[in-house]
């Protein structure tokens, strides 16, 4: 029997719309949304993190004017409610996908270990 490994993949995202975590994070994300102000200050933040991430990879030094705004605006949004249950959310998220990451490669990792 030919096992089609895609197949397992696809069942496993349509699995993981169910999952609590998945929709602590959707249901996050649409409270914040809703905030426009919230929301707003949270794109600026994405914005300029995506910015910055890319400047360093092209190996561009980062000002400190532009270190302290990103830390600055981190702080702020930080202080936030909506982005607070969206970052708790997202890191409940994360740990599970790390789970799952450890198991899916399990079988490479022993193929070094063993």
């Known amino acids: 029997m030919t096992v089609n490994i895609y197949d ?13 975590q998945f929709l602590g994070l959707q249901n996050a ?9 919230a929301f707003t200050m949270f794109k600026k933040f994405q914005t300029q993190q995506m910015t910055l ?7 561009e030094e980062l000002t400190d004017d532009e270190i302290q705004e990103i830390q600055e605006l981190a702080q702020k949004i930080g202080d936030i409610d909506a982005i ?4 708790e959310q997202e890191r409940q998220l994360s740990q ?3 789970e799952l990451n450890q198991i ?7 193929i070094y270990q063993g």
């Open 84 to 87: 607070k249950n969206l970052m």
């Open 53 to 59: 991430q890319q400047k360093q990879m092209q190996g």
């Open 96 to 98: 599970l996908m790390d």
């Open 8 to 20: 397992d993949a696809n069942q496993m995202a349509t699995n993981l719309q169910t999952l609590p």
């Open 29 to 37: 994300f649409a409270a914040l949304k809703k905030d426009d102000i």
């Open 104 to 110: 899916i490669s399990k079988p490479i990792a022993d």
